[in-house]
């Protein structure tokens, strides 16, 4: 058996505006029905997480994982400048509660890309004043932390962020086409991160990072070289994995690798497997992104907070879990700390501007009555998350796929 560490965190990730449905006060829900909008379809009731996260909590729970991490939203939370919901907070209190509950500890992501409308309007991450906006909400949010949540995420992804920001199509956020940061935004978003890890850290007890969208760029072997690669993926993934110095922990988000030739990003050929998203079928790519930012942040804490594939062939989804679980391995026997993984995502979800189509979840769900369908690999991946282990040999687990 390949063993991980006592204590491993097993579980699945969500976020907010993807799983819960009617997030009408962000600025996401806004994009999706402005008039020409490029999202395929709007959100909606999305998974209906809002009102079902205790039935989601305990299938977790009970397919056999141990956290949860799920993202609070700034927009309920604050509906208007300078306005908080009493009620909002409380109904993340509740969710953090039902997690402990369960015996399921709570991760929670404090800005998962989704901001509020009155945000957006008021100049977004450009906002002279969008640090101490989001350090105020990070203080407002504490009450419910405290003595509760141990990991908190405060940016996710704060890469693609302002990748998005710089972009021409900011709703264009599958396919995402790598454009070039607004770095001004990523100023904004690395003083934001600062300033909330400065609030959360007046409580003892929370450990809190950002989680990186680790992109495992590679040379093309034709035309590429290694300093084609440090200039376009430095200010695209690198840097962000810097700046995770001296944080409690840092998250990994890795899905698939880039090849970056003369031009930019370059498809390698037409004959690789792709997922749903289009992405290259690529399970390595946890392992490489766990190397790097362990490399890069001077070997600060590593959480793999999303990993995972849009397949409508479960099969797959299981080969690539086990694959990237077999990577991620490997770094743990090779010194590095890895405190958990987070499979994305625990349910089908809204995936952007791609909609519905792409399916990401361990779980479905009825698009009418909502009724949760956990897929094979939900199981499968519980009882990895059990054992704490996977069978050494990839065939032993590929016959477990079939019992
Ligand atoms: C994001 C998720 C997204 C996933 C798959 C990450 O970029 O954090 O919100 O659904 O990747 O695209």
Not at 128 to 134: I, K, N, T, Y
Not at 323 to 333: C, E
């Amino acid at each position: 058996m390949l063993n991980f560490p006592d204590n491993f965190l097993w579980g699945a990730a969500t976020a907010g505006h993807q799983v819960e449905g009617n997030n009408i006060n962000s600025n996401w829900w806004e994009m999706e029905h402005a008039p020409n909008t490029h999202v395929a379809e709007p959100s909606g009731d999305a998974a209906d997480s809002y009102h079902r996260y205790r039935e989601d909590i305990g299938l977790l729970a009970s397919l056999g994982m141990n956290c949860y991490r799920f993202s609070i939203e700034w927009s309920r939370i604050e509906p208007e400048r300078g306005v908080f919901s009493r009620a909002a907070l409380d109904h993340y209190r509740r969710m953090i509660d039902t997690c402990l509950e369960f015996g399921v500890e709570p991760i929670v992501t404090l800005m998962h890309f989704t901001v509020p409308r009155w945000f957006q309007h008021d100049g977004f991450w450009r906002a002279g004043d969008a640090a101490d906006l989001f350090a105020r909400y990070t203080e407002t949010a504490l009450g419910i932390l405290t003595d509760r949540v141990k990991y908190v995420c405060t940016i996710n992804e704060p890469n693609i962020a302002a990748m998005l920001a710089g972009g021409e199509d900011a709703s264009n956020l599958v396919a995402y086409g790598l454009p070039h940061p607004d770095l001004q935004v990523a100023d904004a978003l690395l003083e934001s991160h600062r300033r909330s890890r400065e609030v959360l850290s007046q409580v003892s007890g929370i450990k809190s990072g950002w989680t990186v969208a680790t992109q495992a760029f590679q040379p093309t072997d034709e035309d590429g070289s290694e300093e084609m690669v440090h200039k376009f993926g430095y200010v695209r993934d690198g840097w962000y994995s810097e700046a995770a110095q001296g944080d409690d922990f840092v998250g990994v988000q890795a899905y698939t690798r880039n090849f970056i030739g003369p031009e930019g990003p370059k498809k390698r050929s037409d004959d690789i497997e792709t997922t749903l998203t289009g992405w290259e079928f690529f399970p390595p790519a946890a392992e490489l992104g766990i190397r790097d930012v362990w490399k890069r942040s001077g070997q600060t804490p590593v959480m793999v907070t999303e990993n995972g594939i849009a397949t409508a062939d479960d099969e797959r989804r299981i080969a690539y879990t086990d694959g990237a679980l077999r990577g991620i391995h490997a770094a743990i026997s090779d010194g590095i700390d890895v405190l958990g993984y987070q499979h994305w995502s625990l349910l089908d979800n809204y995936e952007w501007a791609a909609g519905y189509r792409p399916t990401f979840g361990l779980i479905e769900w009825d698009k009418e009555t909502f009724k949760r369908h956990p897929k094979p690999s939900a199981h499968w991946f519980g009882r990895v998350a059990q054992a704490n282990a996977l069978p050494d040999a990839s065939g032993a687990s590929q016959d477990e796929q079939r019992s």
